[in-house]
């Protein structure tokens, strides 16, 4: 099974970050405008596709699926991502991070059950979203799956078997943790389509959407096309090794740059 999964994570109005989702300048990199994601679903909706459960995909043994997901939990998961989804007749998994279910931002508990109300998938990001998450210890590790798990079943009263990582730091060991845990599919954020199995958890990578991705570069990543997946997969990589080198070091770095862009940024839209 090959499976091409789209990772989003907040759809804001512009100048409104803080209204869904987690703050701060990394995470203002994935929110995208109300009107940039519209686009990006009638970009995918030309296609010769149907974004599909993941769940249903494996079941029925597809050879080829599209998935959307949605990291976080933030309150834009709602409205209007699901409404968006919902004109479309498309579903949607929804990653919550359960320590901050009800807060500012954030899905409240009859949201969550809304989503799922509505055929959306809904899963487990963790308790607490550890900004390094696979270089936590493993009984963490299965604790934050075990917990965040228990919580959300809780709230829609049935079992949560599928969950991605935060942070983008995944490692068989997370994996480990998910299917110890009875997480049965795994999301991470490395950009590849093929389909691995950890012990009895499926693991899936996905081809992660910044705000300022084009529609068309959506679509050609939902479609398979190589250029874009090639390009993302190159990036990763490098990313992927700056982390491992600069460990929290890297983490503070990035931080730094992406907060002075965003000053920068701002004091050019000011002097405008």
Sequence with gaps: MRCRALLYHDVVDEGSGLASGFPGADAELYKL????????????????????SVLDAIAGEEQDAVVLTFDDGG????????????ACGWIGHFFITSNFIANKGFLSESEVREL???????????????????????????????????????????????????????????AEAAAFAGIRVLFNSEPVSSLSWVGDCAVIGRYSIQRGTSADV??????????PRAKQFAYWNIKKAAKSLGGSHWLRFRKYLLERTAKSAGQSSREQ
Aim: hydrophobic residues 40%; aromatic residues 6%.
């Design 116 to 174: 799922r109300k509505r055929g959306h998938i809904v899963g487990s990001h963790s308790c607490s979203h550890p900004a390094r998450f696979a270089k936590c210890q493993f009984s963490r590790m299965e604790q934050e799956w075990h917990d965040s798990c228990d919580r959300l079943a809780d709230i829609l009263g049935e079992a949560v078997t599928i969950a991605s990582v935060p942070g983008g730091y995944y490692s068989r060991a997370a």
């Design 218 to 227: 959506a679509a050609a990543l939902a479609q398979g096309s190589i250029y």
């Design 75 to 86: 309150s834009s998961a709602l409205h209007p991502i699901a409404d968006l989804l919902d």
């Design 33 to 52: 405008g109300r009107a940039e994601f519209a686009e990006h679903l009638s970009a995918i909706a030309t296609l010769n596709c149907r974004p599909l």
